[in-house]
């Protein structure tokens, strides 16, 4: 192409993991590349993630840890670029790295590495990056995208979407891919909150008295099951296992709490023999933290000692600790949730890289996609892999 500072062979829309990572591949695959973010740093969910130590990704993202349409769509993209790719690319860089539960690995230093890593990689490819200057209009005319993004205005043969979803919006988040997407053609998937708490409604103000409780539980939705923390909030429930299950519930639908995963089924009529003149919320303190086992022999009505508690009634309270219903009001929705359920549906695009079927020179990547990973690193794998595989082509 004519090097006249305006012409490019791409230009990539949002300079966050995706952005980054797809900019960086193509750059080094001698591609002119342009990378436009209207915020003034590249990277910023990056840069608060995991803590700021950046859960960078997951050791055990498989594609059935991914949420979709159609949930055989990240197949390709994650299959050819894996954690350990990613991985390889952080030891490169001497970025010291630590695995905690769950296959999640952080920095042992800052996520700002990360982002660093990533800008060193865009400018061994060349590419150009302009921070700081809102995305004015785009259109695509006989081959060729224009972007106009301040007081500039680029060209280009090939545009890749990933200016993510609307999550976290107080870091500059908007729904701007979608709006592109429409203009051109592309379906959009119903976006909406995922990796979020969960609101109460009054009939379990009491259970929202509990702010600032954790308890080790197994949170359902469906068919969907996760056994981590749980925190009870001011508002409802959050913590990672409800974080998790929050990907899989609907609104007016109820989730399931297991308060003793992994007790025998018999446990409070086991402690009976045992320990007869045992109180019920004495045994279930033993077990949960103090408030929480008050508030739940309150809320199931046995106050005396075991020994006073008919096995029937024992039996009925272990049942409902083990499946504990919820019919959560809501969501703390786009402002506290992690990342974005839906978005540019996957089946207006190539799995394999990422281009829009019916729009040649259209690629949408990371978050923008119908695909939603796991608590956990997961979304990072999915920006580097997606990245990567539009990166390929461009």
């Given at each position: 192409?004519?090097?006249?500072?305006?012409?490019?062979?791409?230009?990539?829309?949002?300079?966050?993991?995706?952005?980054?990572?797809?900019?960086?591949?193509?750059?080094?695959?001698?591609?002119?590349?342009?990378?436009?973010?209207?915020?003034?740093?590249?990277?910023?969910?990056?840069?608060?993630?995991?803590?700021?130590?950046?859960?960078?990704?997951?050791?055990?993202?498989?594609?059935?840890?991914?949420?979709?349409?159609?949930?055989?769509?990240?197949?390709?993209?994650?299959?050819?670029?894996?954690?350990?790719?990613?991985?390889?690319?952080?030891?490169?860089?001497?970025?010291?790295?630590?695995?905690?539960?769950?296959?999640?690995?952080?920095?042992?230093?800052?996520?700002?590495?990360?982002?660093?890593?990533?800008?060193?990689?865009?400018?061994?490819?060349?590419v150009r990056i302009s921070l700081g200057k809102p995305i004015a209009e785009v259109t695509?005319?006989?081959?060729?995208?224009?972007?106009?993004?301040?007081?500039?205005?680029?060209?280009?043969?090939?545009?890749?979407?990933?200016?993510?979803?609307?999550?976290?919006?107080?870091?500059?988040?908007?729904?701007?891919?979608?709006?592109?997407?429409?203009?051109?053609?592309?379906?959009?998937?119903?976006?909406?909150?995922?990796?979020?708490?969960?609101?109460?409604?009054?009939?379990?103000?009491?259970?929202?008295?509990?702010?600032?409780?954790?308890?080790?539980?197994?949170?359902?939705?469906?068919?969907?099951?996760?056994?981590?923390?749980?925190?009870?909030?001011?508002?409802?429930?959050?913590?990672?296992?409800?974080?998790?299950?929050?990907?899989?519930?609907?609104?007016?639908?109820?989730?399931?709490?297991?308060?003793?995963?992994?007790?025998?089924?018999?446990?409070?009529?086991?402690?009976?023999?045992?320990?007869?003149?045992?109180?019920?919320?004495?045994?279930?303190?033993?077990?949960?933290?103090?408030?929480?086992?008050?508030?739940?022999?309150?809320?199931?009505?046995?106050?005396?000692?075991?020994?006073?508690?008919?096995?029937?009634?024992?039996?009925?309270?272990?049942?409902?600790?083990?499946?504990?219903?919820?019919?959560?009001?809501?969501?703390?929705?786009?402002?506290?949730?992690?990342?974005?359920?839906?978005?540019?549906?996957?089946?207006?695009?190539?799995?394999?890289?990422?281009?829009?079927?019916?729009?040649?020179?259209?690629?949408?990547?990371?978050?923008?996609?119908?695909?939603?990973?796991?608590?956990?690193?997961?979304?990072?794998?999915?920006?580097?892999?997606?990245?990567?595989?539009?990166?390929?082509?461009?």
């Amino acid at each position: 192409m004519i090097d006249n500072g305006r012409t490019f062979d791409a230009i990539v829309l949002g300079a966050g993991g995706a952005g980054l990572m797809c900019a960086a591949v193509a750059g080094q695959r001698g591609r002119r590349v342009l990378l436009i973010d209207h915020a003034d740093r590249a990277g910023k969910k990056i840069l608060i993630s995991g803590g700021g130590r950046c859960n960078f990704t997951n050791v055990n993202a498989a594609p059935d840890r991914f949420l979709s349409a159609n949930p055989h769509f990240a197949k390709s993209a994650l299959g050819r670029y894996r954690p350990e790719d990613f991985i390889a690319l952080v030891d490169r860089y001497r970025i010291a790295w630590h695995e905690k539960t769950l296959g999640q690995l952080f920095c042992d230093g800052s996520a700002r590495q990360i982002v660093h890593m990533l800008m060193e990689e865009c400018a061994k490819g060349g590419v150009r990056i302009s921070l700081g200057k809102p995305i004015a209009e785009v259109t695509h005319a006989e081959g060729t995208f224009s972007v106009r993004y301040g007081d500039e205005a680029a060209t280009a043969p090939a545009l890749v979407i990933a200016t993510g979803g609307p999550s976290i919006p107080k870091m500059g988040a908007t729904g701007f891919a979608y709006d592109l997407a429409r203009i051109f053609g592309l379906a959009v998937v119903t976006p909406r909150p995922a990796l979020v708490p969960l609101t109460l409604s009054e009939e379990d103000r009491l259970f929202r008295a509990l702010s600032g409780v954790s308890a080790d539980v197994e949170a359902r939705a469906g068919k969907a099951a996760f056994r981590e923390a749980a925190l009870f909030t001011h508002r409802g429930l959050s913590g990672p296992a409800i974080l998790q299950i929050s990907s899989y519930w609907r609104e007016d639908e109820e989730i399931g709490i297991d308060f003793l995963p992994g007790r025998a089924t018999d446990w409070a009529v086991a402690a009976k023999r045992a320990r007869p003149k045992t109180h019920f919320h004495t045994l279930l303190g033993e077990l949960l933290p103090g408030r929480l086992a008050e508030a739940l022999a309150k809320k199931i009505g046995l106050w005396s000692e075991l020994a006073n508690i008919c096995d029937d009634k024992l039996k009925a309270a272990q049942q409902r600790l083990a499946d504990w219903r919820f019919c959560p009001d809501g969501s703390e929705g786009f402002a506290k949730a992690e990342v974005t359920l839906g978005g540019i549906s996957t089946a207006d695009l190539s799995s394999r890289t990422m281009e829009a079927k019916a729009v040649p020179g259209l690629y949408a990547i990371g978050e923008a996609v119908d695909v939603t990973g796991w608590l956990g690193g997961y979304n990072f794998q999915w920006a580097w892999a997606s990245g990567w595989a539009a990166g390929q082509v461009l």
